[in-house]
C-alpha cells in the first residue's frame, strides 16, 4: 500500500488539499481486521491540511458505497457513507531515542512522550500527518450501528431462523410464561 504520511513543516501556509480514491486504503485494513464489509461504490476521500501553530486543522469527507450484513437478518444492506468531518491534530513530543531506549531498561521517568492515538508521527525528527489513518478513522465513525437492509426489516424467525421477510414461518407463536396467562386480556381504563 502507498505511503500517505505528509510532511507538515512541507505545507504552505495556505494549506493544500488531497483526494484519497485507492481503494487499497480501505480494502487492506477491512482484511486484517476480518471485517464482514465490501466496497460497492468506490470509498474516495478529499482531504484539506492547514498548518496551524501546535498541529494542524484537517477538513475533509468521505464519501462512498459499502455493504454490510443487516442487523436484522444478516441479509446485504448497501449502505451509503456521506460523512464530513473537522478536527485539530495536535503535534505530539518528539520522541526522544534516548528516553525510548531508557524506558525499555526501566527507568519510568524516561519514557517516551507519543500517544498511541495521535494521527502525526515523526519521522527524521520531522511530524508526519498519517491521511491514510485520519481516512480509517472516519470510514469507521461513518459506519452505521445498526445497518439494515430496510427500515421496516422484519428479521429472523427466533424458532426456525427463517427470513420473515421472505414470510410468515411454520412455527407456532410462543404464548409466553403461562403463569402470566391471566393478565394477558387485560385492559387498563382510560383517564
Request: net charge negative; glycine share 8%; charged share 25%.
Amino acid at each position: 500500500m502507498q505511503n500517505y504520511r505528509i510532511s507538515i513543516n512541507d505545507l504552505p501556509p495556505d494549506g493544500k488539499d488531497f483526494d484519497l480514491n485507492d481503494q487499497d486504503l480501505w480494502q487492506t485494513p477491512l482484511r486484517e481486521f476480518k471485517m464482514d464489509c465490501r466496497i460497492s461504490g468506490p470509498l474516495r476521500a478529499r482531504i484539506s491540511v492547514l498548518p496551524a501553530e501546535g498541529g494542524c486543522l484537517v477538513r475533509g469527507e468521505l464519501r462512498g458505497q459499502v455493504i454490510l450484513p443487516c442487523n436484522r437478518c444478516a441479509e446485504d444492506a448497501v449502505t451509503d457513507i456521506r460523512s464530513n468531518f473537522e478536527e485539530f491534530e495536535e503535534l505530539p513530543d518528539e520522541y526522544d531515542t534516548d528516553a525510548g531506549l531508557n524506558a525499555q531498561s526501566g527507568n519510568a521517568a524516561s519514557s517516551p512522550t507519543l500517544e498511541a492515538e495521535s494521527r502525526i508521527v515523526y519521522e527524521r525528527n520531522a511530524p508526519m500527518l498519517d491521511l491514510a489513518a485520519v481516512c480509517w478513522e472516519e470510514f469507521m465513525l461513518a459506519l452505521p450501528v445498526n445497518p439494515l437492509c430496510k427500515a421496516d426489516c422484519k428479521g429472523l424467525c427466533a424458532q426456525c431462523g427463517a427470513n420473515l421477510n421472505n414470510g410468515e414461518c411454520g412455527c407456532i407463536p410462543d404464548e409466553g410464561d403461562p403463569r402470566l396467562a391471566i393478565l394477558r386480556g387485560l385492559t387498563l381504563p382510560k383517564s
